[in-house]
């Protein structure tokens, strides 16, 4: 039997640092829940864009042109290749992500 998947509940049991697991898989992609209190690295995913729905609080994406912070309810796609870091405007944020299954992830050193 099918059954929903509390997002907000899964959210509320991590209090402090970094957690990313997968919630659900959709065809060849899954559906991350992050929640995180502090950025995290530059990065880019090669064969992949990478969807971000903020849930609560506010998520920044730098990326090389510059910031943009989602709101709890906006959503943001980061092409592939396209190197990026996220970041938590405030004590934390809530986020689902949706990238391709198996995908790569390339950390980088520094700035965009």
Not at 72 to 96: D, F, I, K, W, Y
Request: aromatic share 6%; net charge negative.
């Amino acid at each position: 039997m099918i059954s929903p998947i509390d997002a907000g509940a899964f959210a509320n049991g991590v209090q402090s640092g970094y957690r990313n697991e997968v919630l659900t898989s959709v065809n060849d992609h899954d559906v991350h829940i992050s929640i995180m209190d502090a950025p995290y690295p530059w990065h880019f995913h090669p064969d992949t864009d990478e969807t971000f729905f903020t849930l609560e609080g506010v998520l920044v994406v730098e990326v090389a042109e510059g910031e943009i912070a989602l709101h709890a309810g906006q959503m943001l796609t980061v092409p592939a290749g396209t190197r990026h870091r996220t970041r938590p405007e405030g004590s934390r944020s809530v986020n689902l992500t949706v990238e391709r299954k198996h995908s790569e992830t390339v950390l980088c050193d520094g700035s965009a």
